[in-house]
């Protein structure tokens, strides 16, 4: 258990309907990303947060994936009007941003399948 | 732009022998390098990592070897155990600030 918690642990949702993910990150980090990894590939790069502020997006976040960090604690990644081809296991990892030490933390992940 | 890849997707190994996973990365740029060990169901775990200025670094039963010349990075298990079976990710990270790019990833399966 690395400390940092993924909630749900498995999602089964219709396309076309909203869902939120969860994470709470290990408390005294100050950095918060989120993953997409699909079956036989290394997870992709989605966001990441520096406190509550997002500093970087990739190429991959449409406009219906919206993550927040309100209080630079835990974060909820949403879709909207998912698709099949959202299904995939979403990750968040935190990490303490100082020089020497940037290896993420990973949770165990959220396995969305979309119907 | 930037990629990190695997030269072979499975490995396996029987139990006590020594294993070496490898990674090519294209971005020579990168200053920090990461293993991962990801078993069924579960998140990447933290293995080892290593800055781009050493090529050698070591820790418990596992090596890492970064040779820039050729930008490829390697990871030596000793002793493989059962325990190690996993999928093995290497990541790279090209400058401050910026997430980890990972390549695809090694299944090692080890017999016993």
Known sequence: DTGVSQDPRHKITKRGQNVTFRCDPISEHNRLYWYRQTLGQGPEFLTYFQNEAQLEKSRLLSDRFSAERPKGSFSTLEIQRTEQGDSAMYLCASSLAVTGDEKLFFGSGTQLSVL | ?112
Request: hydrophobic share 35%; glycine share 10%.
């Open chain 2, 1 to 112: 732009g930037e990629s990190v890849g695997l030269h072979l997707p499975t490995l396996s190994v029987q139990e006590g022998d020594n294993s070496i996973i490898n990674c090519a990365y294209s971005n020579s740029a990168s200053d920090y390098f990461i293993w991962y060990k990801q078993e069924s169901g579960k998140g990447p775990q933290f293995i080892i990592d290593i800055r781009s200025n050493m090529d050698k670094r070591q820790g418990q039963r596992v090596t890492v070897l970064l040779n820039k010349t050729v930008k490829h990075l390697s990871l030596q298990i000793a002793a493989t155990q059962p325990g190690d079976s996993a999928v093995y990710f290497c990541a790279e990270k090209g400058q401050a600030g910026t997430a980890l790019i990972f390549g695809k990833g090694t299944t090692l399966s080890v017999s016993s």
